[in-house]
């Protein structure tokens, strides 16, 4: 037997047993004639102790040889500990070892693998199986695999079956790039990974498995903004014989069920609801942070004054905007001159794109001061500031342009603003459905449009007549729906075209012709002529609700083997180049 206890498991309650523990060494600590060792596994650290007089000379001896991260078996007695650490779970005791095993030694890590390590990102990607060892890394796929459990329990428990799906099959469409992967035996032809398995899903409701889920990996070939994987993890679901209320309802309770197991949280009420319109409207994009107010104050809208007192005001960035949105921030009159030309650095960046920034206090003592002072008389400053409906103390900031733009750039100025005012507490959880996406987006090719979500989310129904008019295709709304957290999306999802002609008239609305829809999707089509039933359902990217739950940012650290920035398994060393023989078998 290896071990009769794991390293985080003895207490007090155990001084006096004999043990054996296997495991690494963290580290080596000397101090005349006493030695310690912490020793480490997946549960935790126990300390371990040697000392001239207490153990035997030729384990003292053997010592000599152990460096770090070596693989020990060690016999002992627990003993009690003179100097207890409190933090540790095992911190009360120690144990005197009789017996050394060095089980297998190692080479000097490259990093320290402690919970704060010395080593950049670049050597513990390439060294990834020693990050793991790390506390922080396996705290973190532990909470992941306490996700999943919950996940899978819960969907249990409603029913739902978990269904595996084919990972070499012809394109799924959800936006992205395939990755492809060439076939041997037949020459010259392609599969291509998943994107997700959308068809295979329907087709599942189509075969009439009415519940299906699926924690399952799917991949996109995007170029890699900050916090994206190629392969990456979803949740994946489907029902049969729903309406988007049964939808929502049944995820929302699987949203809060993990929140109960993973956090010990209580969402009780009912995640609220808003529009496409409305998130757009008010914060300027589709994922809100709910957690504080600060909506935008759309003054223009695409040339359409919303606060008419500005068509008197002769101020060129104003009249001349497409669109013009305020941001009040509360109690902030009194910021700085420095403060604010920092913000209108900020929003000068090429990232936000904007010309610069106006604004405008509502002192204390009830006057007015701006930036652009001399175009507004005081009355227009104040019928200004109470159309934002800014009080004494706040300060209220504008921003002007392309409608798109500075819809955005409000958008990212109130995020910027909320973390200044500190209006993000990391430890409180907004949770929101945001619905009645529209089904089509205009491409950069004008005339040409794309799915929003997918081609397979379906109309609202009182809308379907509008898919025969091209002028109307910008507001055709759909039965889709995501979940958002704290201003992050967690999750998609829409009720499906479940009927052959309604999915011609998608496929012919994205510029498909009737060939192209048969050779690409000809088996949805076909499946949909045989008593496709109504159905719809939802994908959750599984590593983002992790790393949310995590409280931390990047998914990478909640991924065991994740890529870099660029797509590459720096411990593999792939994508990498094939040999001419592979190569010629392919048919490359
Ligand atoms: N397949 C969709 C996605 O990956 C989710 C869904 O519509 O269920 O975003």
Request: contains cysteine; charged residues 25%.
């Amino acid at each position: 037997m290896y071990r009769t206890h794991t390293c985080g498991e003895l207490r007090s309650s155990d001084i006096g047993k004999q043990v054996t523990l296997a495991g690494w060494v963290q580290y080596i600590r000397e101090k005349g004639a006493v030695s310690w060792i912490v020793l480490r596994d997946r549960y935790g650290v126990t300390q371990l102790v040697f000392e001239e007089g207490r153990s035997q000379a030729s384990v003292l001896e053997q010592l000599k040889g152990i460096g770090r991260e070596c693989v020990l078996q060690v016999k002992g007695a627990v003993v009690e500990r003179y100097s207890k650490n409190s933090e540790q779970e095992t911190g009360a005791i120690e144990i005197l070892v009789d017996t050394l095993n060095l089980l297998n030694p190692s080479s000097t890590p490259p990093f320290t693998i402690e919970e704060e390590t010395d080593g950049g990102e670049d050597i513990r990607m390439k060294y990834r199986y020693l990050d793991l060892r790390r506390p922080t890394l396996r705290r973190n796929l532990a909470l992941r695999y306490q996700v999943n459990r919950a996940v899978r329990n819960y969907l249990d428990t409603q029913g739902f079956w978990d269904i595996e799906t084919p990972f070499l099959i012809k394109s799924t469409p959800e936006g992205a790039r395939d990755f492809v992967v060439p076939s041997r035996m037949n020459e010259g032809e392609f599969y291509a990974l998943p994107q997700s398995p959308q068809t295979f899903k329907q087709l599942l409701m189509v075969s009439g498995y009415d519940r299906y889920y699926q924690i399952v990996k799917c991949f996109r070939d995007e170029d890699l903004r900050a916090d994206r994987q190629p392969e990456f993890t979803q949740i994946d679901c489907e029902m049969a014989f729903v309406e988007q209320e049964d939808v929502l309802n049944t995820f929302e309770g699987l949203f809060k069920h993990v929140f109960k197991e993973v956090k010990g949280i209580e969402l009780t009420d009912a995640f609220p609801r808003m529009t496409w319109d409305d998130a757009m409207w008010h914060y300027g994009n589709d994922k809100p942070d709910i957690r504080f107010g600060m909506k935008l104050q759309n003054l223009k809208v695409d040339g359409d004054y919303k606060f008419e007192q500005l068509k008197k005001v002769d101020f060129k960035l104003f009249s001349e905007a497409q669109s013009i949105i305020g941001i009040v921030a509360k109690d902030a009159a009194e910021w700085t001159r420095k403060q604010l030309d920092e913000l209108t650095e900020w929003v000068k960046r090429p990232q936000i794109g904007m010309g610069g920034l106006v604004n405008l206090k509502c002192n204390k003592d009830g006057s007015f001061k701006s930036s652009v002072d001399k175009f507004f008389t005081p009355v227009q400053l104040q019928e200004l500031a109470s159309f934002c409906a800014a009080s004494a103390n706040d300060l209220v900031l504008f921003v002007a342009g392309n409608e798109a733009l500075t819809r955005k750039a409000a958008s990212e100025l109130r995020l910027h603003l909320g973390n200044q005012l500190g209006l993000r507490q990391p430890n409180e959880y907004a949770p929101l459905w945001v619905v009645d996406f529209p089904l089509l987006e205009e491409t950069e090719v004008e005339g040409h449009w794309a799915a929003r979500h997918h081609p397979f989310t379906a109309p609202k129904p009182e809308h379907i007549a509008l898919m025969d008019d091209k002028t109307q295709y910008k507001n055709i709304k759909a039965n889709a729906y995501d979940i958002v957290l704290n201003g992050t999306e967690i999750g998609g999802g829409s009720i499906r075209i479940f009927q052959r002609d309604l999915q011609e008239k998608m496929f012919a609305a994205l510029g498909m012709s009737k060939e192209e829809a048969q050779e690409k999707f000809g088996f949805l089509l076909g499946a949909f002529e045989y008593g496709a039933p109504p159905h719809g359902g939802i994908a959750f990217g599984f590593d983002r609700l992790c790393a949310l739950l995590g409280g931390q940012e990047t998914i990478r650290d909640f991924i065991a083997f994740p890529k870099n920035n660029s797509g590459r398994d720096v411990m593999l060393d792939a994508p990498s180049a094939i040999d001419a023989l592979q190569k010629k078998e392919l048919g490359l």
